[in-house]
């Protein structure tokens, strides 16, 4: 069975633009919950999503967004991106989220220059 | 409330030894307390978890030891080896469905075992 996959792995960015990241969770699996992991602030999380539905959302502002397809994947945004949003950004699929298992993927690295 | 505690931040130990890290937490009403393990460059892998309903779960080497009352909970590695030097996180959820899919984590434990 594959595990999640997120791509791409590296992204360097300017101050100012916009990214946008991809989640393929695990076939069958259902949620999609991101994360960011800083140094600094460890793990937080940003929001999930279900059923192409987002459920949940963490306290991280507007300009951090997400959407997910009918075949389950996800994709974040960040617009407007600042020195700050440098970190790893995880994606973490379960069954349907809820509090039951939770498997991440191996992350995005973003730099933002 | 919503926080949960880790200890140590870093511990060595040596080849064949346990390595014990700790977590704490506020919140009565989580009642989903996973363990992780982080590679550098890659993702938390799921090591182990348990529910407020048991008091102990073992998996192999790892176990957990969770104290209710106390709001307390505790990774036990046996026979630690090198290969189990990483990053381990904490975590915990609640049910409802404000909650759904949200993880809590501890900061981290860096564990290193020495040859």
């Known amino acids: 069975k594959a595990g999640v996959t997120q791509t791409p792995r590296y992204l360097i960015k300017t101050r100012g633009q916009q990214v946008t990241l991809s989640c393929s969770p695990i076939?069958?699996?259902?949620?999609v919950s991101w994360y960011q992991q800083t140094p600094g602030q460890g793990l937080q999380f940003l929001f999930e999503?279900?059923?192409?539905?987002?459920?949940n959302k963490g306290n991280f502002p507007g300009r951090f967004s997400g959407r997910q397809f009918s075949n389950s994947r996800s994709e974040m945004n960040v617009s407007t991106l600042e020195l700050g949003d440098s970190a790893l950004y995880l994606c973490a699929s379960s069954f349907n989220g809820g509090n039951t298992e939770a498997f991440f993927g191996q992350g995005t690295r973003l730099t933002v220059v | 409330q919503q926080q949960v505690k880790q200890s140590p931040q870093s511990l060595i130990v040596q080849k064949g030894g346990i390595s014990i890290i700790n977590c704490a937490y506020e919140?009565?009403?989580?009642?989903?307390f996973p363990w992780y393990q982080q590679f550098p460059g890659k993702g938390p892998a799921l090591l182990i978890a348990?529910?407020?309903?048991?008091s102990e779960k073992k998996e192999g080497r790892f176990t957990i030891s969770f104290n209710k009352s106390a709001k307390q909970f505790s990774l036990h590695i046996m026979d630690s080896q090198p290969g189990d030097s990483a990053t381990y996180f904490c975590a915990a959820s609640q049910g409802g469905s404000s909650n759904t899919g949200k993880l809590i984590f501890g900061q981290g434990t860096t564990l290193q075992v020495k040859p």
């Open positions: 348990i529910r407020p309903d048991v």
């Open positions: 919140n009565t009403a989580f009642d989903y």
């Open positions: 076939s069958g699996h259902r949620s």
């Open positions: 999503y279900f059923s192409e539905t987002q459920r």
